[in-house]
């Protein structure tokens, strides 16, 4: 049998990866390979809680293949000189990988590609990660879609939840070539070990994604169109990093889903697949308009009046200190488990945007390196929607208070009582706003700020007055 090289990226699974399957189906013995090569990322490099996450990860896909014959050959070099040195040593004939489709990697991978068929080699890339490709849905006009619900409506329509595939029970194996080095030896993990409360949350992995999926199902996905808006209970997938790392595959989780479906549960799974229809959404956006990453997919914003920059409130705001309790809230358990509930995502980002009047830049350059599941689509859809100034978004005027949001998604504040233990001796409404009894404050919780570092109404109103200098713009009343 001849050798094929298949290419691990964020797809690092063994069942439903088309890029495995076709290199099995064409005859080939796999030789899988991983190349850490962040550089070629540009300014997007992957963060720290990323590659924390992708360390445990790597070592579960090594695991995988070792149980069933193979072993994952790592490398941190470029990566054509890889897979050219490679190709050769192994004397392999063909190279398969699945797709990825950040701006960076996108150009990367055409130019690989071209340059390794013009050397003789069968190269073939596969869809590994999405239910539609970003370029196989089109406006009447043929353009792109820049609002979600007709793009949902056409992708609902277009959807076809392919065959699963289980991981084979052994794999041909080859000894040619470099073995490559260790996972350790990437260097991934934290020297500080400050990513050790992660891992009682999460198990990366494909067996943890199966698991997390398995929990899903069993628990969360009943109330889920209420519970997900609940960061005081366990009422979402918490499948977002198996997602982004590729260890599960969106149409294995459409395909359970659908398997549970009965009249009491339709609701509740097409809530949930509504959610994976936004992610596919963030990967159509990100792949017509690349420029996003970095600009205001409105152009309306180009010269919209951001607040100058202080390093000590924004770092008020990444610590969680910014005297607002769900933000806080929100920020502690982001730096703790990697993670954010994603109610208190747009809580946290609206108080940046909107009260602060931040640049979502700034925003999303903290939760790309500090989420285990940073996701360069989904970041910047999400901040661009927050901000009011991408595809579809929330409109600028529309300023959370949050207040408000805690008093209706955290009722018991409960949520906010565990990340922030020095609130939990106070009266339940003072947790949402405790600078309105300064002296109780001041008694039960003296370390915490006596005021939010933005007052919310003078944050507001500063943030309604930038947008009405905007030219053409109107101004509604909402919260």
Known sequence: MANAIVWFRRDLRLGDNPALQAALDAGYVPIPVYIHAPEEEGAWAPGAASDAWRHHSLAAL?????GRGARLRIFHAPSLQTLQTLAAACEAEAVFWNRRY??????????????????????????????????QLATRQGGPYKVFTPFWRAASAALRIPPLWDAPQTLPSSDEGPHGLSVEALRLKPEAAWDAGFWTRWQPGESGARAALSVFADSALHGYRDGRDRP???GTSLLSPYLHFGEIAPWRIAAELQGLRTPSLAAEIDGYLRQIGWREFAYHLLHHFP???????????????????STHMLEAWREGRTGVPIVDAGMRELWSTGWMHNRVRMIVGSYLCKHMRYHWREGARWFWDTLVDADLANNTLGWQWIAGTGADAAPYFRVFNPVTQAEKFDPSGDYIARWLPELAGLPVPLRFAPWTEPSTLAKRAPGYPRQPIVDLGRGRAAALDAYRRIAGASVETSD
């Open 102 to 135: 950040e701006p960076a990697i996108e150009k990367r991978d055409t130019a690989i590609k071209a340059t390794l068929r013009q050397q003789g080699l069968r190269v073939e890339s596969h869809n590994s990660i999405l239910m539609c490709e970003p370029w």
């Open 291 to 309: 420029d996003s990453i970095e600009r205001n997919l409105n152009p309306r914003f180009a010269d919209f009046r951001w607040a100058k920059r």
């Open 232 to 234: 005081d209970r366990v």
């Open 62 to 66: 090594d695991a995988d293949l070792r």
